[in-house]
């Protein structure tokens, strides 16, 4: 193998890892261990945050997300790696209020500097989560 197809082939193995681990800290409920998938300097976007969070924020709003889904479960459903980076789609499962079952699917598109994500940019429908936690 050339030393072009084995750096590539790294690079691929360190995307998938990355978003394999990204996805794990999730389901483990740990908000520290999200936290620690990305650089010192990453850079979360998503539709609750469109002008991005990073450090202590991005653990503050996984707890909430945790405390508002206690059950909450990401199934990995496919994984690219990209030009610098990996993208991939989820599947979340989880239940609000004790009693409101919701499915959301996205899609994550991440930076990655050595191996930690230096910038996400997540994508889910936030209507779809208000119309399945509704009263």
């Known amino acids: 193998m050339s030393m072009q197809a084995t750096a590539l082939a790294d690079a691929n193995r ?3 890892q990355a978003a394999t681990t990204y996805i ?17 300097q990453g ?5 609750n945050h469109p002008a991005g969070i990073t450090g202590a924020t991005i653990t ?3 707890r909430g997300v945790l405390q508002a889904f206690p059950d909450l479960q990401f199934e990995l459903t ?28 996205g899609c994550d598109v991440c930076e990655l500097a050595g ?3 230096a910038l996400l940019n997540g ?5 779809a989560i208000m119309e399945q936690t509704a009263a």
């Open 123 to 127: 994508y889910f429908d936030r209507a």
């Open 60 to 62: 503050d709003s996984v």
């Open 24 to 40: 794990a800290a999730w389901n483990a409920h740990d908000a520290e261990a999200v936290r620690s998938c990305f650089t010192a």
């Open 78 to 105: 496919r994984v690219a790696p990209i030009e610098r980076g990996v993208a991939f789609e989820w599947r979340a499962s989880a239940t609000h209020g004790g009693a409101k079952s919701i499915s959301l699917v």
């Open 14 to 16: 360190q995307a998938v």
């Open 115 to 117: 191996g930690k994500i």
């Open 43 to 47: 850079v979360m976007r998503d539709p």
